[in-house]
């Protein structure tokens, strides 16, 4: 059963804030993207002594960089890229890239490391592009078969949802143990990027692929994020890591 509740949605919220900021990328911590979204400015965080990368789409290619003051940072364009990193003291500035196809305003901060090892450093960042990527309307349907829903017993259908972005809500959520199961009242509409939060409250893109008309990611996690856009939709496991007779736990 799927239920919204105050407390989830302010939980949620918090993370929505948290949206132009990059997030770590699957296990590699220092591997980070962002979503692009229009007329949002993006939070970048240099570490002295350490380059970073700022990866922009693959059909983009940077026409204009303008900064606030730019003799504190080392700038190397190339192609859809910039390679950057803090040189001075007192580097918070602002930064404004202008691309063949996009604008992108950016809040410099500079910081020290820890070591290499550093999970907040960045050795990339990647933009993730609604209408290029995990958002497009997915076409092709799977072949292979729906779950078996004639023994629900086998299925974890304890999920809450927490959001206001009702057009992304799922009308179904399960999990068999193994893969989460998400339904839609379309499958072939515009699909959400979907990110696996952690007991850190770190995002990581997760894949998915389309099954008998669900939508299924090979992970079960206590939660999930939806994203689309500036909109954000929380799915919460309330039964994760108990044992559901019968699932593939």
Partial sequence: MLICSALV??????????????????????????????????????????QSIIEFGIDEVIQTISMGTPTPWQLVPAG?????????????????VITNKRMYFFEMHAEEAKGVKDTDLSFIVKFVYPEDQTFNSIRQMSV????????PER????????????????????DDGEFTFFKFRDINA???????????????LVNFRIQGGYMVVERVAEKFT?????????????????????SKQ
């Fill in 144 to 151: 292979d078969a729906a779950p078996d829903l004639t023994h």
């Fill in 190 to 204: 515009e699909l959400p990027a979907v990110f696996l939060v952690n007991s850190g409250q770190r995002e990581s």
């Fill in 155 to 174: 299925y974890n259908f304890q999920y809450t949802i927490s959001g206001e972005a009702k057009y992304m809500e799922p009308l179904q959520v399960f």
């Fill in 80 to 96: 859809n890229r910039i390679f950057l990193k803090p040189v001075e003291s007192d580097a918070t500035t602002n930064m404004t």
């Fill in 226 to 246: 939806f994203r689309h856009g500036p909109d954000v939709l929380c799915i919460f496991n309330e039964a994760y890591g108990k044992k559901i007779p019968g």
């Fill in 9 to 50: 949605g302010q939980i949620c919220a918090s993370e929505a804030l948290a949206g132009s900021s990059p997030r770590p990328l699957g296990g590699e911590q220092r591997i980070k993207v962002i979503n692009y979204m229009p007329n949002t400015v993006f939070k970048f965080v240099g570490h002295y002594t350490y």
